[in-house]
């Protein structure tokens, strides 16, 4: 089965400081991976996808950016943080059966 | 496209009382339905598919969904609700299998008292 790293699990950052949250995969290959963010403990809003190395398509213009620069790991980025990034970020992994989530990243802009 | 309905935001049970969890759908195609869990700050975790065959289906933790194709309902149940129950539930569809993207719906949150 497939595990789903995701680092750091809680984040403070300053307004306009920039931003890497990583996710990493194991237990697949090739697999379909999305960026989602959860606003407020409820729907998820979906940032990113990627269908391969370098391959990333953007669902809604946004301060944030997506990149996979090798077949299990996906990072998201952004070059100056606003108050609105704060909220609970999501990484999932599909390899056709179901997506797997990884355990999230807390992120709180002050 | 496709969608995905769950039209309650809440649902206050009482322990040992059955649970349901409402969901609708809209898509194309033959429908590949999913039921995740989220509790508080965890990512969401895999409950039950369908993707054929019995319209019953069983999952983790005691849970079970009935894929109703007429009414394109996949309704989530589980016959005695437990405290540890409470948490925050996601259906999703997408239309056939691997490559096509998962539309969740927005979540109905769970909350049994004791």
């Known amino acids: 089965s497939q595990t789903i790293h995701q680092w750091p699990a809680t984040l403070v950052q300053p307004v306009g400081s920039p931003l890497s949250l990583e996710c990493t995969v194991e237990?697949?290959?090739?697999?379909?991976l999305y960026w989602y963010r959860q606003a407020a403990g409820r729907g998820l809003q979906l940032l990113f996808y990627s269908v391969g190395i370098g391959q990333i398509s953007s669902e809604v213009p946004q301060n944030l950016s997506a990149s996979r620069p090798q077949d299990r790991q996906f990072i998201l980025s952004s070059k100056k943080l606003l108050l609105s990034d704060s909220g609970f970020y999501l990484c999932?992994?599909?390899?056709?059966?179901?997506?797997?989530f990884g355990s999230g990243t807390r992120l709180t802009v002050v | 496209a496709q969608s995905v309905a769950q039209p309650e935001d809440q649902v206050n049970v009482a322990e040992g009382n059955p649970l349901t969890v409402k969901c609708t759908y809209s898509v194309s195609g033959n429908p590949y339905l999913f039921w995740y869990v989220q509790y508080p700050n965890r990512g969401l975790q895999f409950l039950l598919k369908?993707?054929?065959?019995?319209?019953l289906v069983k999952g983790s933790y005691g849970f079970e969904a009935e894929f109703n194709k007429s009414q394109t309902s996949f309704h989530l149940k589980k016959p005695s609700a437990l405290v540890s129950d409470s948490a925050l539930y996601f259906c999703?569809?997408?239309?056939?299998?691997?490559?096509?993207?998962?539309?969740f719906g927005g979540g109905t949150r769970v909350l049994v008292k004791p």
């Open positions: 999703a569809v997408r239309r056939g299998a691997a490559g096509n993207k998962l539309t």
């Open positions: 999932a992994s599909d390899r056709g059966d179901g997506y797997t």
């Open positions: 369908y993707i054929t065959g019995d319209n």
């Open positions: 237990g697949t290959s090739n697999p379909n």
